[in-house]
């Protein structure tokens, strides 16, 4: 059973900067792609970044030039660096991950606040 875990989820202020972490318990070269995705209250679930396999990225306008994302295949690890964080980024963030066979898995989300 594949599961996501991920964490890092906090309260900051506006201004302020997270690093949110999604853990695999298997080797991350089973998915094709992974990514972070969020849904604040009351809104849909919204894909925030992505990467492959190869490392190339994808980031929604939103978040570009402040979120970074990355994976650590040795630590079955991925990362979404969160820098110059406003209060519009306040959600529940979910790590996905996707294999090449069209398998979806899922985190069970982590919280971040952003407020003064």
């Known amino acids: 059973q594949v599961q996501l875990v991920e964490s890092g989820g906090g309260l900051v202020q506006p201004g302020g900067s997270l690093r949110l972490s999604c853990a695999a318990s298997t080797s991350l070269f089973r998915f094709s792609t992974m990514g972070w995705y969020r849904q604040a209250p009351g809104k849909q679930r919204e894909l925030v970044a992505t990467i492959t396999g190869g490392g190339t990225t994808n980031y929604a306008d939103s978040v570009k030039g402040r979120f970074t994302i990355s994976r650590d295949n040795a630590k079955n690890t991925m990362y979404l660096q969160m820098n110059t964080l406003k209060p519009e980024d306040t959600g529940d963030y979910y790590c996905?991950?996707?294999?090449?066979?069209?398998?979806?898995?899922w985190g069970q989300g982590t919280q971040v606040t952003v407020s003064s």
């Open positions: 996905q991950g996707g294999t090449i066979w069209g398998t979806i898995y």
